[in-house]
């Protein structure tokens, strides 16, 4: 029996995380549920945007699946900056990508995303991270993220922890704040290794999601909120619109080549506050050694 | 007795619409002040902060001056984009940019800045404009806004409000929403004619915008507020965000030379809602008609 193509295993992939995921996120929740939107691509494909809004944990969730084909648009083309000899002219590209904003602030805001991409100049790569964003430092909860994380990639050979915890590193920061976006996780593209094995490792992640998150929400989303806190949280949501909107290139890519407005900006967050200078949190607290965390070099974790 | 050169000439005229529009506002506020924050630009230059947050009027309000000079820094020369024989090494700028967003849904939020620009290549210009985004359409509010600024123009050969209603039109649009930002106001750059005429020009412009604006703001200052027009509000605000933070020139070029982030993001409005994919407001609410204005083609106020 021959087996499906590439392109159709990883979209089934990435589909069967939706669901498992979704389904574990509203469980934890409790109240709100998942809405569905299917959309269509006119040039070729679409997708099933799932969003939980005002939930008892989740202020906002958004787990998101594509699949879209097609012409090349030049905006592509410019962005892959292949050889002159493999510039596109029709591209595959299929993905899920996933934020959750909980109501509390002492829960990590996490965002994760697993891709797929093929060119008719035979080219054919994987990509993907995942990243945690506390608003206060509590060292074991990045401990415990990046270990899963971890694990998930030693039991690949084509995955390297090491090398994509300093990617991640790298990409979430905001240079005009000097800040990094949070304790980091793991950033790969253009993996372009064996199919077969890269998705085997996708899967693997991706499964390893759920129990490296929720639990972090689990723990936290009880702790009593003082309006300090509640106001450093808003402002420090700030900064992640600050981040998707200046200097995310999936987003601001997104933006530029005409994807579903919604489902791009599903990933902010639902309420924010941008306060001028606003004053840093008192020194000995959670937040403090957040903020300290983020202005400094990056850590290990794991 | 010898003129004074225009870049002081500028800078001073900047300095007394700061001083003289914070009066205003702050008598108008009757609450809250301005505070002052001054900065020095460690490359040459520097600027005065000054912004209200948390008023009983105006939310967050903020007039800044700058006057910035030394080497010019790549991305300028780049953002420049003059003929070659004409890149510059060195550049002077000064200028002032203020935003006003009111408490209230019913009251606009108001943008405008004037600016002057010099470079070694024996080059220098004008530039700056103004406009108004109100969150539920009120015709009149738009037709005295427009009025004014046309008026202002109209007394100085140099302005031309027709040309740069248009110009205002085609910048303050979000093309991923394919929506305009509000009702427009005027947009120029590159002003290279008679320094004198058009400093002149700039003064009447400025001074006229305290008219232009605050009325509208006492006029619908004390209407009542549903939760639901508090919501749009917070919503429609995203919109400001989306476009300072992906398309506005002057913050993301700001943030790529390493202006003061703080005096930058002063702009943004202080609290916001990012839904997901939320209801229109009802037919026949000036909150749909202004939804139904944005995302139709631009209208004829003055």
Request: charged residues 25%; glycine residues 8%; proline residues 9%.
């Amino acid at each position: 029996m021959q087996e499906a193509p590439m392109r159709a295993r990883a979209e089934a992939l990435y589909a069967r995380l939706q669901e498992s995921i979704c389904t574990a996120a509203a469980r934890l929740d409790g109240r709100a549920a998942f809405g569905q939107d299917a959309w269509d691509r006119p040039e070729g494909g679409g997708g099933l945007t799932r969003v939980l809004q005002d939930g008892a944990v989740f202020e906002k969730a958004a787990v998101n699946v594509s699949a879209v084909w097609g012409p090349a648009p030049p905006a592509l083309v410019e962005h892959l900056r292949l050889p002159d000899d493999r510039r596109p002219t029709t591209f595959f590209a299929t993905g899920i990508s996933m934020i959750f904003h909980p109501r509390s602030p002492h829960a990590p805001t996490f965002h994760a995303n697993l891709r797929y991409f093929e060119t008719d100049t035979e080219v054919s790569w994987f990509g993907g991270g995942c990243d945690l964003t506390p608003y206060a430092l509590h060292p074991d909860d990045a401990s415990h993220f990046h270990e899963v994380v971890r694990d998930a990639c030693a039991r690949h050979a084509v995955a390297d922890y090491r090398a994509w915890k300093g990617w991640c590193d790298r990409y979430f920061f905001l240079p005009h704040r000097g800040e990094a976006r949070g304790v980091g996780g793991v950033f790969f593209d253009h993996l372009t290794g064996d199919p077969d094995a890269v998705l085997a490792f996708q899967q693997d992640l991706g499964e390893a999601l759920v129990p490296a998150y929720l639990p972090l929400v689990e723990r936290r989303m009880g702790t009593p909120v003082t309006p300090d806190q509640e106001r450093w949280h808003l402002q420090r949501r700030g900064r992640y619109v600050e981040f998707n909107l200046v200097h995310d290139r999936g987003t601001r890519f997104g933006l530029q080549t005409g994807g579903r407005v919604e489902s791009i900006l599903a990933s902010l967050p639902p309420r924010v506050r941008f306060d001028y200078d606003p004053a840093p949190p008192p020194e000995g607290t959670p937040e403090r050694a957040l903020l300290d965390l983020v202005t400094g070099p990056p850590r290990d974790w794991a």
